[in-house]
């Protein structure tokens, strides 16, 4: 059997690590691993997976999706940003 090198993604998850860097230093969390992990794993809970298939040749087109959910995503950062400022687990 031969493997065509095509890779599924997670297109919510990949939008979620891309942004949440940006809003963990503009509102303050402490960017410890644990910190964005569990921020980005609150913010993930509460979205839809979205999930395409690439070949691996191909790259992950960002700006198509990320101007098609980037409200939701930035919503839900924020959210996970704020929930995790007040109960840190670290």
């Known amino acids: ?7 599924y993604i ?3 998850q990949a939008l979620v690590r891309e942004k ?4 963990i230093k503009l509102l303050g969390v ?4 644990r910190c964005v992990a569990d921020v980005e794993a609150l913010a993930l809970s509460h979205l839809d997976p979205k999930y395409i298939v690439l070949h691996k040749s191909q790259k992950f087109p ?8 980037n409200a ?8 996970a940003c704020r ?3 007040e109960n840190p687990r670290h």
């Open 62 to 69: 960002y700006s198509v999706y990320e101007s098609h959910y």
């Open 30 to 33: 402490c960017p410890c691993s």
């Open 83 to 85: 929930v995790v400022m």
């Open 20 to 23: 949440t860097p940006k809003y």
């Open 10 to 12: 997670n297109v919510m």
């Open 72 to 79: 939701a995503v930035t919503s839900q950062i924020i959210t």
């Open 1 to 7: 059997e031969e493997r065509d090198e095509s890779n």
